[in-house]
């Protein structure tokens, strides 16, 4: 009989390996190393951020002391103009960039200007009694209400420097900000002539608002010395 010389296949069962890198030891121990680099990347990256901002409180710190000492050293009311100067020249010092500084202060009762001192970043101080054209308008509630402003210059506000630099053009955009402390608000602007002048950002502006303590002193002493 044929069948009699018949067999049944020979089967033989065996395991395909997965090469040792897809090992699941090996898997997890590359996850597990890939989340610590992640980990330890992350703490280097916010322990740099913070010394950096250690370094730049310490760089704005010196900067206010220095500003101090001028305050102190003030004799009489002409004095204020010479503060707005240095003022100026600390802030470059920090790599705050600004066309214009102006300290404003705010008579509470007229919601109006009382005095401005404006400096510009090359020339000297000066000082303007009361303010022409609108007033400070919308500034006023943001002083009371103790938050910044920031914004683009408007043509009115812009007329009180055209007044004062025939280089300047009206149509240029103008970006300022307003801090407030406590007799007005501390101001800069930039855009005058600049293409891609962009608004001030928050280190800019926290510098600037460091800067509201000295201020409120010296115009305290001015009021003193006017007295």
Known sequence: DFDAYRSEPATHDFVVQAPWWRTPWV???????????????????????????????????????????????????????????????????????????????????????????????????????????EGPGPLIDH??????????LGLEDKKVYLRHDDGLAPQDTVWVVDVPYKYGTLALNRGWGRRGAGPFDADEIRVLSRFGQVISLAYTRFLDFHE
């Open 27 to 133: 898997v997890g121990l590359t996850v597990a190393l890939a989340g610590l680099v992640a980990l330890q990347s992350g703490r280097v990256v916010r322990r740099d951020r913070r010394l950096a901002q250690q370094n730049r409180d310490l760089m704005v710190e010196r900067t206010l002391e220095r500003l101090r000492a001028e305050v102190l050293s003030m004799t009489r009311t002409e004095d204020f103009l010479g503060v707005v100067a240095v003022m100026g020249e600390e802030l470059r010092r920090l790599g705050v960039t600004f066309q214009y500084l102006g300290i404003n202060v705010l008579d509470e009762a007229t919601a109006g200007y009382m005095t401005q001192w404006i400096a510009s970043a090359t020339g000297e101080p000066f000082q303007i009694e009361g303010f022409p054209g």
């Open 143 to 152: 002083w009371r209400a103790g938050t910044t402003w920031s914004r683009q």
